[in-house]
């Protein structure tokens, strides 16, 4: 399978920043990739799929002013949240679509805690 | 619209069998995937069913009926190690992940 890498793991910032979190498919070339959100004790929540060289399709109730992705290699994509809140502090993975069986890798994940 | 339905938590003893079911209603069907999840960790691929039946693999075996939008994960010869969280998503249209709201396992000696 796939091997997915984040960065940063973890990230703390204050209210009103923005804060850039990298997904990196190190040995896979990835035509797409998935942004996903997880507050605690919950389950994963689709946030957007990113597709590279075209814009994110973005969920329902997800803003894409506030988080903002781009897919500029087959190996990178980023996700920009923008103007950050408390209430944004959740855990971001991200995956990466394989083929085959249409299964998804996920990358370690990025705890973000916006003070 | 889509529903995935899982038991929130289960408890089951070392050593034992567990059985963790998922019910779905979806509007598109391409598979369904069980994933495992430690606290903090991202999920890791447990199995995936695509046709009716039992997919086994080692310890663990998963179940699919599609007519009665059914799965489920048995676990057995539970070892402490895993206490964590279990996935079910449906691959939909479009290779997208639905996931439904997880199953917390604990083990216990």
């Known amino acids: ?115 | 619209g889509q529903n995935i339905d899982q038991p929130t938590e289960m408890t089951a003893t070392e050593g034992a069998i567990v059985q963790i079911n998922c019910t779905y209603q979806t509007s598109g069907f391409n598979g369904l995937f069980w994933y495992q999840q430690h606290a903090g960790e991202a999920p890791t691929f447990l199995s995936y069913n695509v046709l009716d039946g039992l997919e086994e693999k080692g310890r663990f075996s998963s179940f699919l009926s599609r007519s009665k939008g059914y799965s489920y994960l048995l676990l057995k010869e539970l070892q402490m190690k895993d206490s964590a969280s279990y996935l079910c998503a449906i691959n939909n249209a479009g290779n997208m992940l639905t996931f439904g709201g997880g199953t917390r396992l604990m083990v216990k000696p």
Not at chain 1, 78 to 97: G, K, R
């Open chain 1, 1 to 115: 399978g796939a091997v997915v890498s984040q960065h940063p793991s973890r990230v703390i910032c204050k209210s009103g920043t923005s804060v850039k979190i990298e997904c990196r498919s190190l040995d896979f070339q990835a035509t797409t990739m998935f942004w996903y959100r997880q507050f605690p004790k919950q389950s994963l929540m689709l946030m957007a799929t990113s597709n590279e060289g075209s814009k994110a399709t973005y969920e329902q109730g997800v803003e894409k002013d506030k988080f903002l992705i781009n897919h500029a290699s087959l190996t990178l994509s980023t996700l920009t949240v923008t103007s950050a809140h408390p209430e944004d502090s959740s855990f971001y993975i991200c995956s990466v679509l394989g083929i085959g069986n249409n299964e998804q890798f996920f990358g370690p994940g990025t705890r973000l805690t916006v003070l």
